[in-house]
């Protein structure tokens, strides 16, 4: 089996803002994976938080391409490689790659029934009156992701309510909260209607919501990378987001859609802005969601080829064999 890996980097359709962070591009670490004529492919942007680049992730794929031939499974990689964005992008290529050689979609091989999904829009954090507008301007979506840092949130979310009172509003922290800020905004929050709180505070410093009963479900992102910190995440949130850049893949992402549905948690699948590429194994996660942002291409100035079909009202619809799985 001959193993390649690049880089390839979009362009943001915009300059795309979140607490402590402004991007530009999306670099991709994209993964082919060919074996007697059939390709499968995978990719990954990483998690910028954990210190990670297209450039380190192409490093430790490339370290591992000895080690990766036709008996490597989806399954044998989890202990080939741990958790991390390099892992996603190869996973997911074997599952492509599974797929294809079995002549199956990817529900056949994990006997799901798809359904077309609904997709949050995200607004990124800008001027209070440029994000109603863009609130309003994304008005053939039901549903709003609202990135805030601790700037004037509730301004800006009462700017964007005012824009958008039909819309479904869940709202993105980035860990830019302290507990004593959500306490203090969590009044306004549930005033307004919010859906969700997106990890308002730091990774390793939600100790505080263990016990505490928000009138707005919480949602852990950066607090739960993998299967390892699921169970202390499920004693602070109320939803988990699972991100197949963070988890290390679809097998990992699959094993805590398990565990969050063994405790009753709400599930929301993410993304790291990537191409339809990453958000093809990601709309498997969908299938079990309460919350789907799969909205990644929307935010970038072009898309891969034979990428998803995104439509009026949200909905998105199933990625093509000749995309992935």
Known sequence: MKMTVDIVSYPMEVPFAITGHVFHDTDTVRVSLEHEGVIGRGESVGSYYLNETAASMKAELEAIIGHVDATTTPESLQDLMPLCGARCALDCALWDLRAKRAGKRIWELLDITPQEVTTVFTVGMEDVAVMAERAAAAKRFPQLKIKLNDDKPIERLE??????????????????????????????????????????????????????????????????????????????????????????????????????????????????????????????????????????????????????????????GLPSAALWG
Do not use: H
């Open 159 to 316: 700017a964007i309510r005012a824009a958008r009172p039909d819309a479904t509003l869940v709202i993105d922290v980035n860990q830019g909260w302290s507990f004593e800020a959500l306490k203090d905004y969590l009044p306004a929050c549930e005033k307004l209607g919010i859906a969700m709180i997106e990890q308002p505070l730091p990774r390793g410093e939600d100790a505080a919501l263990a016990g505490f009963k928000s009138p707005v479900p919480l949602g852990a992102d950066e607090s739960c990378l993998g299967l390892d910190e699921f169970d202390q995440a499920a004693e602070r949130y109320d939803v988990l987001n699972i991100k197949l850049d963070k988890c290390g893949g679809l097998t990992e992402g699959l094993a805590l859609v398990r565990a969050a549905q063994s405790r009753d948690m709400q599930i929301m699948v993410g993304n790291m802005t990537g191409t339809s590429l990453s958000m093809a194994p990601s709309y498997v996660i969908a299938q079990f969601c309460q919350f789907v942002d799969i909205d990644g291409p929307l935010l970038l100035a072009r898309d891969i080829e034979n990428g998803l079909e995104y439509r009026s009202g949200g909905s998105v």
